[in-house]
């Protein structure tokens, strides 16, 4: 057996840099953009801590507090972040939250989060959204939906080859992100309604072998709606084009028997 030494050290810490353990950070700017973050915890309460100088909290966009009981609540809920001051914003009990929905697709947010968090927690819809958020998705444990991304800022990166992902997912949808991988993850997600993502050239994949394995895994039911322009996957032989799509943004895929028949939507 090795030598062990245990000391004991006086010091201080005088900055908040330590984290806080089960807890899920949002790290706010100081910046005016939108500021509304909506989360859902059904079983347990929650605890909106603010770590910093300036910063605050509250349930109804005014009479902001450092700390904040959050009741849980089977539907999301809103949480304001004080505008104009770098601060952080600690969320207690964060396994217990299922649903992280950031405020806006369009306007810039004036917070973020490192997207490593989520690893495990039990998600049922991940949405960044027009966020400076960072850091990269490596398991979903639950998720049965991932709005990734709607804006440029965003820094995040979801590789769909690393990423477990639950057997479940039903929704996709990525707008000008940093996601990449191939499509054809989703072969066996039987439950699947939703591939959009947009002008994300990282993508690859066949659609055609993706209906086809979903037929194969016995899926004669219900319709997948499909977006792929700007990737690199393939359809037909041929990379994805509104021309593919015979000049619509959208192809539906729509399950009966065993096969599936092809529209097309805007």
């Known amino acids: 057996m090795g030598n062990c030494l245990v000391t004991k050290l006086k010091g201080v810490v005088d900055n908040d840099n330590l984290p806080i353990l089960n807890a899920f950070c949002i790290e706010v700017n100081d910046s005016d953009n939108h500021n509304v973050i909506s989360i859902r915890n059904k079983t347990n309460a929650v605890t909106a801590k603010v770590v910093g100088n300036g910063g605050g909290v509250s349930l109804t966009n005014g009479d902001y507090v450092t700390e904040l009981n959050i009741p849980a609540d089977p539907w999301p809920r809103s949480i304001y972040l004080k505008k104009g001051s770098n601060y952080k914003v600690y969320l207690s009990n964060k396994f217990d939250i299922d649903t992280i929905q950031a405020g806006s697709s ?155 028949t092809i529209t097309y939507e805007n």
């Open 106 to 260: 369009v306007d810039p947010m004036n917070y973020g989060f490192d997207l490593s968090q989520c690893n495990f927690m039990d998600m049922q819809y991940l949405r960044t959204g027009n966020s400076p958020s960072y850091g990269e998705l490596g398991k979903l444990a639950g998720s049965t939906s991932f709005n990734v991304v709607e804006g440029s800022p965003f820094a995040g990166k979801i590789n769909l080859d690393t990423v477990i992902i639950p057997s479940y997912v039903w929704e996709i949808q990525s707008r000008f992100g940093y996601i990449s991988g191939n499509v054809n993850v989703f072969n066996n997600k039987k439950g699947l309604i939703v591939l959009d993502i947009i002008y994300c050239g990282n993508i690859t994949g066949d659609i055609n072998e993706l209906l086809d394995a979903q037929v194969a895994a016995g899926r004669t039911s219900g319709s997948i709606r499909i977006g792929l322009l700007g990737s690199k996957v393939l359809y037909n032989g041929a990379l994805v084009t509104l021309e593919s799509f015979e000049n619509h943004y959208y192809m539906r895929a729509t399950f009966s028997g065993s096969g599936y």
